[in-house]
């Protein structure tokens, strides 16, 4: 079959980058890292994220600003 000929209307591929319109902001740049814990202390602070809306990473970022900020670092 000749591809003019053919009856369908081909699609935009979302993420094809040539389509992104949306202007791309910097994100900040992020370092993983490893903690180990107590795995009760684990299991509550999934508990506490799910319950927060939040990722665990993003609860336990959270919790150590707030000690940071509490002890004046």
Known sequence: MNKNNFPFKKRENPMDMRA????????????????????????????AAIKKGVVFSQFIEEAVIEKLNREGF
């Not at 949306?22 to 490893?34: C, W």
């Open 20 to 47: 992104t319109t949306a202007d791309e902001e910097a994100a900040p740049v992020r370092v993983k890292y490893t903690a180990t814990m107590e795995r009760e202390l684990r299991k509550r602070v999934k508990i």
